[in-house]
């Protein structure tokens, strides 16, 4: 099972910046004469993070849970990942292991102004990649650092610096850094409106200059601050893992998936174009089996799965 995930990963990375026309049309196509447009069957995996599960004891019993609701996936906590139990979980249930969550990157950051705290920052993140790679998993995700630690521009070449000198170890072991679109005051204005662009979100990783750092794009995150649909048009070929949650501009506040006001109508036309086949990891209140169901469910709904 480990394998077969890693044996996909070179599918989703590859994927073009933008399809074909050919092939926008015929979906379009396809979701007109069914009532929807842009359906993303077949190129969704749907996992979740682990914290949500809340059903079972062990973690097999949590793995199997998660895959009778009708995930694909799970993400762990780099912290949380014994590699030998992990793998039995994944060899008895089929659920496999997509990515993970690094360790304590908020209080750990690649962006302190400490080099002390940044060496341990990294430490943590090569750390979290053998982790990764040892339960199967293609992704780590990443949070860069936090605008409170200098300007933007400390902050950028402090994590390009830090992030950088994992990157060989990410190549040889094949996993992805993914670097997450979080509330940390970097690469966006917090105090701005709903018409922000995403470009320093791409200057930011292009400044890596690197295949293996990527973006793990969360749909929810930033749908206060900007268009989803026209972010996910602009980062293209960067992103190849997807976070999705909901979230109501008028009640300031994320919702259960496709209970706010995100267009996804937009957001599936908008990974049609760039051709996105992938992992998309739900992150909202999890539960017991009926939640996990009632979440998978809203999923399918919000990709027209």
């Known amino acids: 099972m480990n394998h077969r995930a890693r044996r996909q990963f070179p599918q989703f990375a590859s994927a073009a910046p933008v399809a074909s026309v050919a092939a926008v049309s015929i979906a379009a196509s396809a979701g007109e004469t069914s009532g929807m447009i842009a359906p993303l069957k077949g190129r969704i995996y749907k996992t979740l993070k682990f914290a949500m599960i809340r059903e079972g004891g062990t973690l097999v019993e949590k793995f199997a849970a998660a895959r009778e609701a009708g995930f694909e996936g799970v993400e762990l906590r780099a912290t949380q990942i014994d590699p030998e139990k992990v793998n039995q979980a994944i060899a008895e249930t089929g659920l496999l292991v997509d990515g993970s969550?690094?360790?304590d990157s908020w209080k750990v950051r690649h962006s302190d102004p400490d080099p002390a705290v940044r060496a341990k920052a990294l430490e943590y993140l090569r750390t979290g990649l053998r982790q990764t790679h040892a339960v199967g998993g293609h992704s780590l995700l990443v949070v860069v650092g936090h605008g409170k630690d200098g300007t933007e521009s400390e902050v950028?070449?402090?994590?390009?610096?830090n992030i950088s000198?994992?990157?060989p170890l990410a190549a040889e072991l094949g996993v992805m850094l993914c670097i997450e679109n979080v509330w940390n005051d970097f690469c966006y204005d917090p105090n701005g409106g709903s018409n922000q662009k995403a470009d320093s979100f791409i200057r930011y990783v292009d400044a890596f200059r690197s295949p293996w750092v990527r973006m793990h794009f969360d749909i929810g995150n930033h749908w206060k601050f900007a268009s989803v649909g026209d972010?996910?048009?602009?980062?293209?070929?960067?992103?190849v893992k997807l976070?999705?949650?909901?979230?109501?501009?008028?009640?300031n506040s994320f919702t259960k998936i496709g209970a706010g006001d995100i267009d996804f109508t937009d957001v599936r036309k908008a990974l049609i174009e760039i051709d996105y086949h992938g992992w998309c990891a739900a992150e909202v209140k999890g539960g017991d089996l009926d939640r996990l169901k009632e979440i998978s469910r809203?999923?399918?709904?919000?990709?027209a799965l």
């Open 243 to 251: 976070d999705i949650k909901g979230f109501s501009r008028g009640k």
């Open 298 to 303: 809203n999923m399918d709904r919000a990709f």
């Open 231 to 239: 972010w996910i048009r602009s980062l293209g070929k960067r992103i």
């Open 101 to 103: 969550l690094g360790f």
């Open 156 to 161: 950028w070449k402090r994590s390009v610096d």
């Open 165 to 167: 000198k994992a990157i």
